[in-house]
């Protein structure tokens, strides 16, 4: 997936226009990681760093900073796409950044992972069709029987299937200012809808409601216009996404309908089901579904004012 | 309640024994705040700091640090308890920092002062008495003509009052190593349980689910001993504190039922409740209200055998 690189130059493809003067990363041997990128709404953000540490410093959160402690870096690289990077963390297990951006980390992927599949696919009778894209490799799942893996771009990927041909479509993608712009815009969310059954589920990455609730009421406003069966904004914690918390946008076609906030199937923290797959769930079970779908008045009525207007 | 400082020194009462070698902070001339410290366990976490930020790194949350951008520190100094800073962040608002730990920022605060206010008083009918303690000056409710506030030692005061005073107790604490400490032992859960009065409540902080677990474990076997009408954990997003999540207890004293999760006050997003206080609710409503008591399953599985165990 990815080239191998030792103290690899890297940009950070956060904003556009991309003519903004970024800048390099540089890897120095005490084991601590500097990013330094140009900014001109933000000129401060520049030469910010803890020695030893990594912080994720961006335009997408200005102003703020969550760092976390490198003890060894174990891969840096650039690949066709993305700049990765992988290193064990002092108190979070192997975190694996892409584009500056902590993406995952051992010690809390168990929230973001289990959430934005089972938000889905417990919500539907027999989920058997599943698209995963973008899982990164430290996932067991691959190793799964049932799985089959289709390395390559998504959107070209979803355009090319059958109308539908999936029960359930899963998005994780990066942050929608960048290389995963297009899985934010209504072309892909069309193409989404037409690879799904009737009434078949999406769960795509929707961003934070303490940072970006202007990204989320155009996600809405878009899912409301092509998702006809119904649209609704799902949140989890995440220690190391900033702000601390993420959404999913869990939305499903015309057909059957799919009533998100309480799963048909319904797995709780003592079910042997948690037990049938590779490991047991850590996080999910079904009460943390349904509250999952309660959101605080803020957020409440940016996206229900939203839903109206359509 | 404290004097004035200029470049004040700091020293950190994270951790017990105190003679573990505490340094200055250090306040230099452009802003920025350094922090230095000395732990045995953590002796890398010296000297972490990035220029022009302030950066809340502590043998608590050991290997990871959230900073925010300083724009003008508005006051620092010394209480007789704790070390006091404000400062003018570039996208949190003002920050209030004791010790050395964030403990509001003007955007985030909503979250956690309705949450540890109103999942309290909306489970009881008719809250009239209520002893509020440790509330930062910035709270628009000292205003309100039903306060009464008493500044003292908010435990020698709970100690004094006849028994069965109070409908509520909430407890906004500080962290439970420090001077805060004495608010998470058996002792003081007494004093509450007998100023309250049967079915009274009291809602007290209780820490992070992601970075706590074994005090969060002590917090509610002392709580299941005293408090013998109910005991509850329920948590809240609050990006700006460690994890970005916080949790609190929400137990009951003996008498007329409190169903914690069920509030007997509703409060919706568009309630003209809303309106009666000095401002409309930013974050709590009765769907929140019920979601924070639904727990991730790592969560669940520790304070249920906690419970079962008693």
């Given at each position: 997936m990815a080239e191998t690189g030792s103290a690899a130059a890297t940009d950070f493809p956060l904003k556009r226009p991309r003519d903004d003067g970024e800048k390099e990363a540089n890897n120095n041997n005490n084991g601590s990681v500097l990013m330094e990128m140009?900014?001109?709404k933000q000129p401060d953000c520049i030469s910010s760093v803890i020695p030893?540490?990594?912080?994720?410093?961006?335009?997408?959160?200005?102003?703020?900073?969550?760092?976390?402690?490198?003890?060894?870096i174990l891969f840096q690289g650039?690949?066709?796409?993305?700049?990765?990077?992988?290193?064990?963390?002092?108190?979070?297990?192997?975190?694996l950044i892409l584009d500056g951006v902590i993406q995952l980390t051992e010690r809390d992927e168990c929230a973001y992972q289990e959430m934005i599949t089972h938000l889905?696919?417990?919500?539907?009778?027999n989920p058997k069709k599943v698209s995963k894209q973008f899982f990164p490799d430290v996932a067991v799942g691959f190793e799964d029987p049932r799985v089959t893996l289709h390395i390559g771009d998504g959107v070209a990927f979803l355009k090319a299937v059958p109308e539908g041909t999936y029960d359930a479509v899963i998005v994780d993608?990066?942050?929608?200012?960048?290389?995963?712009?297009?899985?934010?815009?209504?072309?892909?969310?069309?193409s989404v809808a037409k690879a799904l059954r009737p009434g078949g589920v999406v769960s795509t990455q929707a961003e934070s409601i303490w940072l970006h609730m202007h990204i989320i009421e155009d996600i809405v406003a878009n899912c409301r216009q092509i998702f006809k069966g119904s649209v609704n904004?799902?949140?989890?914690?995440?220690?190391?996404?900033?702000?601390?918390?993420?959404?999913?946008?869990?939305?499903?076609?015309?057909?059957?309908?799919?009533?998100?906030?309480?799963?048909v199937n319904p797995i709780d923290a003592d079910d042997s089901n948690c037990n049938s797959s590779k490991g047991p769930l850590k996080f999910y079970n079904s009460e943390i579904h349904t509250a999952a779908f309660c959101l605080p008045t803020f957020a409440k009525k940016v996206i229900e004012s939203k839903n109206e207007k359509i």
């Open positions: 140009d900014s001109n030893g540490w990594f912080s994720e410093i961006s335009p997408m959160w200005p102003g703020e900073a969550h760092s976390l402690k490198v003890e060894k650039k690949s066709d796409y993305q700049n990765v990077m992988v290193f064990q963390s002092s108190t979070y297990g192997k975190v889905p696919l417990c919500s539907i009778p993608s990066s942050d929608p200012i960048g290389p995963a712009q297009e899985l934010f815009e209504k072309p892909f969310f069309e904004y799902a949140w989890t914690t995440v220690p190391t996404y900033p702000s601390g918390v993420i959404g999913f946008m869990l939305c499903s076609t015309e057909g059957p309908p799919v009533d998100f906030k309480h799963p």
